[in-house]
């Protein structure tokens, strides 16, 4: 890069080209900061000397929206992927391929925008958009590498809705497509390979899931390098699923070096670095380790506040977090008052009918029920459940879920008659998801027997 300047000058076309070919390696390098101060220079270099609407400008825009996007400045990266796409369907048209590009990740960022991001609800407005979207890429052929994002960006969203099976089918479509378009070697690949053993792990189907993600990491370690951020997320999703089978050692250990690493290249603040404390902490705690993990949440909280924000999503889950864990220690008055707060701002940036509010009203209830408040307890279970059924659905699996526990604080409180009506209400929607012979059916079929023989 330095050649080209001298040479041909800093503001020459090859020496921008240069620029951001190195801003390219700092990236995966996991150098955010430093490739997006190359970028925010050549891209606006480039509107000076050629111009907003020139292909290369262009490009140089969607290269530093994504980089936004990765620092999680997201109303940036939405902005500019915005302005992006208006200058090239008025250059190109429509239906140019880049343009089609473009609006593919526009649509996909929009969406996270109005739905929250990782917190993501299923909303039919949500898939509706998708599949137009992937309809739309499949403009480029069903085998382009943006087509392959929609197929992608659409599991994931059935994902949340709890149509596993669907979501299965086209992570699995995905990667085979991945595998033969980029090669089983590329970081497209290897995330479908992440997406499709984070769906199977959820499904409880441990042992294939178990293998993708050790193959995932292998792969990761040697195209990436072990200290790249991909690496690193791999190496906390295999933790996640051995410490789901029991294998506490092993994920424990995975655990610690990934939060060092984690530490180490990008700093201990991080929202990655957060992320691997909380989902550490979370693990000390089923393990029974307590302190350790009430000091580790207590830490990610201070930073997440620092960091992110009081209101960030981040943060209200690691208030979430604590809660339990100081419920689980019979420290009630303390979590209460946290939990009231969690849900008051769950309210403020989410909304009230927002499935991660929804989730925090259901911890809420749960804790009161522990402590003996059973009218409190009771009178948000209901709510929750009639605000999952309204905006979930009655066959998702968190209002299944509400559903079930409805019924069995019915059942402790001598409600009989109601709970038998719930309890035959659940495994009726169990057998229309999931089907007569899946463990969640069987489960369902199980409590409701129990209720019947021991109040005939």
């Known amino acids: 890069m330095e050649t080209s300047k001298e040479k041909l000058g800093a503001d020459h076309p090859n020496t921008l080209a240069s620029m951001g070919n190195l801003a390219s390696t700092l990236l995966k390098q996991g150098r955010w900061d430093a490739a997006e101060k190359l970028q925010v220079q050549v891209m606006e270099k480039m509107k000076e000397k050629l111009g907003a609407d020139h292909p290369d400008t262009l490009t140089s825009m969607n290269n530093l929206a994504f980089t ?5 400045r997201d109303a940036e990266a939405l902005g500019l992927i915005s302005s992006c796409l208006k200058l090239l369907t008025r250059k190109l048209g429509a239906d140019h391929p880049s343009t089609l590009a473009c609006t593919w990740t526009y649509n996909s960022w929009k969406i996270e925008a109005v739905f929250g991001g990782h917190h993501l609800g299923y909303t039919p407005e949500a898939e509706l958009i998708y599949r137009q979207t992937l309809l739309l890429s499949e403009v480029l052929s069903k085998e382009h590498p943006d087509t392959l994002r929609s197929m992608n960006t659409l599991a994931f969203l059935l994902d949340t809705q709890g149509n596993s099976n669907e979501a299965e089918l086209i992570y699995r479509q995905t990667l085979l497509l991945r595998e033969k378009v980029l090669g089983k070697e590329h970081p497209d690949t290897l995330g479908s390979m992440n997406n499709l053993a984070f769906l199977l792990n959820s499904q409880g189907k441990y042992n294939e899931a178990e293998q993708i993600y050790r193959q995932t990491l292998l792969l990761s370690e040697k195209v990436l390098g072990k200290e790249h951020p991909d690496t690193l997320g791999t190496m906390n ?10 294998k506490y050692d092993e994920a424990e250990l995975i655990y610690r070096q990934t939060l060092l690493l984690k530490e180490k290249v990008l700093g201990k603040e991080h929202p990655d670095t957060l992320r691997s404390m909380n989902t550490f902490a979370f693990l000390l705690n089923s393990q029974g380790k307590y302190n350790e993990a009430e000091l580790i949440y207590r830490q990610t909280l201070l930073l997440r506040e620092k960091v992110l924000g009081k209101e960030h999503p981040d943060t209200l889950g690691t208030m979430n977090n604590l809660v339990r864990l100081l419920d689980s220690q019979g420290k009630y008055d303390e979590a209460e008052l946290i939990h009231r707060q969690t849900l008051l701002l769950c309210e403020k940036v989410f909304g009230k009918e927002h499935p991660d509010t929804l989730g925090t009203m259901n911890n809420l209830a749960s804790l009161l029920d522990s402590q003996g ?6 009178l948000i279970y209901r709510q929750t459940l009639l605000l999952r059924e309204k905006v979930l659905g009655k066959l ?3 209002t299944l879920s509400s559903l079930f526990i409805l019924a069995s604080f019915l059942k402790q409180q001598g409600n009989i008659s109601e709970a038998k009506t719930l309890f035959q209400a659940e495994l009726n929607r169990c057998e229309i998801l999931y089907g007569p012979d899946h463990t969640e059916t069987l489960s369902s079929r199980r409590n409701f027997a129990s209720i019947l023989e021991s109040h005939k």
């Open 396 to 398: 998702h699996p968190n």
């Open 68 to 72: 936004w996007k990765g620092q999680n």
């Open 373 to 378: 408040k059973y009218d409190e307890a009771e």
């Open 237 to 246: 999703n295999l933790a996640s699923l051995l410490d789901s089978q029991g």
